[in-house]
């Protein structure tokens, strides 16, 4: 019978307590040796064991952490990542028919939509020199960190398949996200957070905790939501006279009636309650100093963008708490929001948005690779699909919108054993599909997976007669994205 | 939750550069469709299976478990035992009324030999008026209730709750559900109609509104809330995700964009109108007539062809009542005695709230792409019962929890976990946690805090510390209640739909932006802390604690009494153990910080208890209301 979670926290409690008052330690501790005494007690087969607790990779890892910025809405490749020089020279003709065929929109009349080029200006980034869009200047000084792919697809072009397909390799619910299988995969080397945590900014993506969810996976492995302003969790502090050794005292007994509870009726999800627990328990004595920004500098809080007021600044929070959730080995963190959704209006729009992530994106991974976390933390940039280089059934004006387009767009990885400043993968002349390099999302899936030294193929999930997995029936490793 | 989704997905459709051009293929898809979709089970004509002869005639209760236990058999497996009577009862109270049995109820239930106390048990649960607000917010997650307008502005709406009581008085006087959908779809075309079944047409307003669109927006959003309308008619009704034949035929069930927009003329010939009551006012609609017009990729500024409003025939025959039909021809459509889907929907939806997880596990997708049942003659069984019950609700949940199979013990097996993940086969019941708002009512009710009166405008409960107050101004939050109407039920509790109560979100209340068919039931470190910390637990635990002083004298007694009040049954040994520990070192923790302990009693009279045991006992109280069996109907 193991209990490392609990029994992790045994020593801790006996350090709190003893410290606290003398007899309230002694009686304390007199009565937490009763009850590992009752735990150990023969006839108890409990088989409980810390769902979370560290597990060996298949093969060497090059990641450990995972920092998955999730852009919802549909970030414009045509835009930002994706240069199209021809796009721009053809601006009001109609898309050559041999383009269209087969292909599905979610808005668009052929008709009336028109090529539009992109007004903002691409140039060279860094020693890789990656062109990268005058829209993200920050983003584009880490041109070296960062591969880019630009032949991105699958088919579904409506948000909430799109957000699935994104977050969890499949467009039907019930799957589970990227993070829980990190989590499944690799347990958590975090004792005092969640495995897996959820910063959202401005709007939650439309499939809100679906995107995050644990699917069939237990339900422990699921995202925890974090709070975007204040304490980043509601109810951390105790009531008033509840104080730490009470409730210590008190949740030590919840667990155990749990445990009890559970031996009768064999329910697992009683086990992930218990761990829940736990888990609150420590989150409470670890978010303060988590939030607690005072011993950041000046100089990496304004490079953070955090005194910016508003959404941006709460951007630049959420980047920031997600290098503290990674130093405090937190396996995945999600940074998400929805905002990118511009059927109209796209060129103001798409300014201000990127004004709000492009500062803090960028200070993220300077200041991971400052400290020597880069290396270790996979940061990816992730949207559920791109944009047409076709108006949205309108002439081109600078009001004109663009609709969703699964066929081909960018994501970026960064970190974590990628090897950056490179550009996997080449388009046609209209950014439409893939001409060289196509890369599924499921293979995009299976080289996170291979990064985290996870073979996708074995990392499974038996269900209803079927071993599961993050990529479906497919995916392979992207070599050339691992340096 | 989220299974707007599922519909999304299972249907994109593959558009050919020709079908972009207009409407006028149409016909030659919806045949294709038709073809293929037509013979799956649930378009098939409803026809009543004769029931399975099995032995093992001590186990029967009634035909349902002739069903199931066919099905066992050929599977080789056996029934769970029965459950013991008070897991019973506590399932019972909890599925009929989501209030757990006071302890004297348990005793009585336990001491009552008659053959018939479960079934008169059962009468006097049917017949409390609780029932109404158990089974009324079962319906208004399919009927996406709020309390406010949605969208970005989301302002208060003061007279939405008319509705809500609509619901639960319907409920509880056991409106049968072919006139219960009637008078929501279309009460205010009945001949004289009530003001009662008029204030039922609240079902269709509670469409998201857009208060601050501007004049070119107004007739946008008017739009959305008919297709709105048409969509949750589809889902609640229908089992089937018409919502994505705005935009094109259904990919894989017979349902064409013209048979959406048949649908959709129906709700855009309504107008919203406000109803005035001796008291106050209801939210409701009246007919009016326009013109209506397929949308050429949803786009409502682009109509291609007139549509007349019309049901699908191809699922069951329409009949018009005059030249032009109505929404009551569009409600009488859906109990033809043809109607493949309507039936068996409800059916499915009573099992689903009785076991955890319907018959058919997606409650909104009856269509081509849902899991096949792995029980087709018990739902077909008992959507022909239903039928012939006369739609009666209560009849129905008669049925189904007088079966042997409902009595199940819900205990883990875990030699069928591998084969049978889901309790398909349903050879045990299940065991989960309670929807959010029941959580609440749960430690209210133990605590004797719980509000009694029914009905009424909407309660604020206190919002977590630390929920700032910007947010609350941004958010256009209520003032949080005073006095007993903080304490109110679940059901009564202010429904903002783009800021639902902090505890319910963490418990995965319903979105009320959308019909919602299933909760879902996550298990996080979030709602462990909302139910030590969250706002009014000291409140319950305090009155838990107080309501244990007033009726024990030995500490021994204390704790059996406050555990049945909590689980409906005594503590095991160890538990009592486990609880007398907990006793003894918190009173020791007060004793020696009784700064500590006076926070927690905060000044209540205590007669002659001192405060360090008062202060333990609520610990106690605390540690009662976090049991994960608490909150689990098992």
């Known amino acids: 019978m193991h209990l490392p979670f609990i029994r992790g926290d045994f020593l801790k409690r006996r350090e709190f307590l003893t410290g606290s008052s003398a007899a309230a330690g002694m009686f304390a501790l007199r009565s937490l040796l009763r009850q590992d005494r009752l735990l150990a007690s023969p006839g108890s087969t409990l088989p409980l064991q810390n769902p979370l607790a560290v597990k060996p990779s298949h093969f060497v890892p090059r990641a450990k952490n995972c920092i998955f910025i999730f852009l919802a809405g549909g970030t414009s490749q045509v835009d930002l990542y994706d240069p199209k020089p021809e796009l721009n020279k053809r601006t009001g003709q109609q898309l050559p028919e041999s383009f269209t065929e087969g292909n599905r929109f979610s808005n668009i009349k052929l008709n009336e939509s028109y090529l539009m080029g992109s007004p903002f200006r691409f140039r060279p980034r860094g020693e890789c020199g990656t062109e990268i869009s005058e829209l993200l200047p920050h983003i584009g000084s880490c041109a070296d960190d960062i591969a880019l792919i630009r032949t991105v697809h699958h088919h579904a072009f409506s948000h909430g398949p799109g957000e699935l397909e994104f977050c969890t390799g499949k467009d039907l619910p019930g799957r589970a996200s990227v993070g829980a299988w990190l989590t499944y995969g690799l347990g958590s ?295 | 939750m989220f299974l707007l989704f599922s519909s999304i997905a299972t249907c994109w459709v593959l558009l050919s550069v020709q079908s972009l051009q207009g409407g006028s293929n149409d016909t030659q898809l919806a045949s294709k469709a038709e073809e293929s979709a037509l013979d799956h089970w649930s378009f098939k004509p409803l026809t009543r299976p004769s029931v399975p002869r099995v032995e093992n005639e001590q186990w029967l209760g009634n035909a349902i478990d002739a069903f199931i236990l066919a099905k066992l058999k050929n599977e080789g497996v056996r029934p769970a035992p029965q459950a013991d009577r008070r897991t019973l009862i506590r399932r019972l109270c909890l599925d009929l009324l989501g209030l757990p049995p006071d302890p004297s109820r348990v005793q009585a239930f336990l001491e009552d030999g008659q053959p018939d106390a479960y079934a008169r048990l059962l009468d006097r649960l049917l017949a409390s008026p609780h029932f109404g607000e158990r089974w009324g917010r079962h319906w208004l997650d399919l009927a996406r209730y709020a309390d406010s307008d949605g969208y970005e502005d989301d302002r208060h709406r003061p007279n939405a709750w008319r509705y809500r009581d609509w619901v639960i008085d319907a409920i509880n006087r056991d409106l049968v559900f072919n006139r219960f959908t009637i008078e929501q779809l279309a009460g205010d075309l009945l001949p004289a109609a009530s003001e009662q079944q008029r204030i039922g047409t609240g079902f269709l307003r509670n469409s998201l509104l857009n208060e601050s669109a501007n004049d070119a927006d107004n007739e946008e959003f008017r739009v959305k809330a008919a297709k709105d309308r048409a969509s949750t008619m589809g889902t609640v009704w229908l089992g089937l995700t018409i919502a994505c034949c705005e935009c094109h035929d259904h990919k894989y069930d017979p349902f064409t964009q013209r048979d959406y927009y048949g649908l959709y003329a129906f709700f855009n010939d309504v107008d919203d109108v406000d109803l005035k009551l001796p008291d106050g006012i209801a939210r409701v609609v009246q007919a009016t007539q326009r013109e209506s017009h ?83 003659q018990l739902l077909d069984w008992l959507a022909t019962e239903f039928r012939k019950g006369q739609w009666s609700r209560k009849k129905m949940i008669h049925m189904i929890v007088t079966s042997a199979t409902y009595r199940q013990s819900s205990h883990h097996r875990p030699e069928l976990a591998k084969n049978d993940p889901e309790n398909e086969l349903v050879a045990r019941q299940n065991r989960f946690r309670v929807e959010a708002e029941i959580v609440g009512d749960l430690s209210l009710a133990v605590s004797g805090l719980l509000q009694d009166r029914m009905g009424g405008p909407p309660r604020q409960p206190p919002f977590p510390a630390g929920l700032a107050v910007d947010v609350l101004k941004r958010e256009k939050l209520l003032e949080p209640s005073r006095g007993s109407d903080r304490h109110c039920r679940g059901i009564y509790v202010n429904v903002q739909r783009t800021f639902p109560h902090p505890m319910l979100t963490a418990f995965d209340v319903a979105d009320a932006n959308q019909a919602c068919t299933r909760r879902e039931r996550s298990n996080t470190p979030i709602q462990a802390l909302s139910l030590l910390n969250g706002p009014g637990v000291m409140d319950c635990a305090s009155a838990l604690a107080l309501r244990m002083l007033n009726n024990g004298q030995v500490s021994k007694d204390l704790v059996r009494y406050g555990f049945e009040f909590c689980l409906s049954r005594p503590p095991s040994r160890l538990e009592q153990q486990l609880l007398t520990d907990l006793f003894n070192d918190l009173r020791q923790l007060y004793e020696i910080n009784p700064s500590a302990a006076d926070q927690v009693v905060g000044g209540a009279a205590l007669g002659q208890t001192p405060v360090a045991q008062y202060a333990a006992w609520v610990g106690v109280a605390r540690t009662l209301l976090n049991h994960e069996e608490f909150i689990t109907r098992e």
């Open chain 1, 189 to 483: 080397e975090c004792q005092n957070l969640p495995g897996y945590v959820v910063l959202v900014n401005d709007r939650a993506p439309v499939t809100r905790a679906l995107s995050w969810g644990s699917g069939f996976l237990p339900s422990v492995h699921q995202g925890v939501l974090f709070r975007g302003e204040g304490e980043p969790l509601l109810n951390l502090t105790r009531p008033a006279g509840v104080t730490r050794n009470v409730d210590r005292r008190q949740l030590d007994a919840i667990s155990r009636l749990n445990q009890a509870r559970y031996q009768q009726v064999g329910d697992p999800e009683i086990m992930s309650r218990i761990a829940a627990y736990e888990m609150a328990f420590r989150m409470q004595m670890a978010a303060p100093d988590l939030i607690d920004l005072s011993q950041e500098t000046t100089a990496a809080l304004s490079a953070y963008g955090i005194d910016r007021p508003g959404s941006p600044g709460n951007f630049s929070r959420n980047c920031l708490l997600a290098r503290r959730l990674v130093e405090q080995g937190v396996r995945c963190v999600t940074i998400c929001q929805r905002r990118w959704d511009f059927h109209e209006d796209l060129f103001g729009r798409i300014s201000d948005a990127c004004q709000t992530v492009d500062q803090p994106i960028a200070a993220l991974l300077k200041d991971l690779k400052q400290r020597g976390l880069l290396d270790s933390t996979l940061v990816v940039w992730g949207t559920e699909f791109g944009r047409t280089a076709l108006t949205q059934n309108s002439k081109p004006t600078k009001k004109s919108g663009r609709d969703h387009h699964p066929f081909a767009f960018s994501l970026w990885m960064a970190g974590g054993g990628v090897k950056g400043g490179q550009v996997v993968g080449r388009t046609d002349e209209f950014g439409w599909l893939p001409v060289e390099d196509p890369v599924h999302l499921n293979d995009f899936h299976a080289t996170m997976m291979h990064l985290f030294g996870l073979n996708h193929e074995e990392l499974t999930f038996r269900f209803k007669g079927f071993d599961f997995r993050l990529t479906d029936i497919a995916g392979k490793v992207v070599r050339k994205l691992v340096s």
């Open chain 2, 294 to 376: 397929l949308h050429i990729r949803g786009n409502f500024l682009q109509r291609s062809d007139k549509v007349e409003p019309h049901a699908p025939g191809r699922l069951s025959v329409f009949r018009k009542s005059g030249p032009r039909a109505d929404r009551l021809d569009l409600a009488h459509w859906l109990f033809e005695p043809t109607h493949p889907l309507t039936a068996r929907v409800a059916a499915n939806r009573h099992w689903q709230h009785l076991f955890g997880r319907g018959l058919i596990a997606t409650p909104e997708d009856f269509g081509v792409q849902s899991e096949p049942p792995r029980h087709p």
